[in-house]
């Protein structure tokens, strides 16, 4: 899985997976006050994410089972179907009952508002936790005019975090 222009997403707290033929590298993006972002290797950083030293193939194995539902929902949403599989692994780590300690619930780690307002009944359910998240994403693409540091701050933190800050809200976890 790769995700194009990474270096566009300064001031993201979010780790993206960027995968080689044989191992899992990712990068976290800083931003710092007043200086250009740093693009620093999550190896050097003490950042404890379930995902963070699985290999590529472990990775692809626990993707296996949803990709046919993330190919979907990717078409019919358009939306990458990289960006979906990074946010399933950065959010769950692809653990389809994750809870977190906000709220967030499945693969997608929808909170219980957003997942009423795009449909979603069951989030535990694969199916519909994944359409729920990718809409999400789309509608955000959308809101945000494709921008994608917006769009995933607002998916982490909400998009009246994303206004209300009018950028990136600075938090350390977005």
Not at 109 to 122: D, H, M, W, Y
Not at 129 to 143: A, D, P, Q, V
């Amino acid at each position: 899985m790769t995700i194009r222009n990474v270096s566009g997403l300064a001031g993201m707290g979010l780790c993206l997976l960027l995968s080689s033929t044989s191992a899992v590298k990712a990068t976290v993006v800083e931003k710092a006050e007043g200086k250009k972002p740093q693009a620093i290797k999550l190896s050097e950083q003490k950042i404890h994410h379930p995902c963070a030293r699985k290999s590529a193939a472990s990775l692809n194995k626990k993707a296996a089972p949803y990709l046919q539902s993330i190919q979907a929902h990717s078409k019919k949403y358009g939306v990458d179907h990289d960006l979906i599989k990074s946010v399933i692994t950065i959010e769950s780590c692809y653990r389809q009952k994750a809870l977190s300690p906000k709220g967030a619930q499945g693969l997608m780690q929808l909170i219980p508002a957003t997942a009423e307002r795009f449909g979603v009944s069951n989030v535990y359910d694969t199916d519909q936790n994944l359409r729920g998240g990718t809409k999400y994403l789309s509608w955000l693409s959308k809101r945000f005019n494709g921008d994608l540091q917006k769009v995933l701050a607002g998916y982490n933190a909400g998009e009246g975090r994303v206004d209300r800050y009018n950028g990136i809200p600075p938090f350390r976890e977005t």
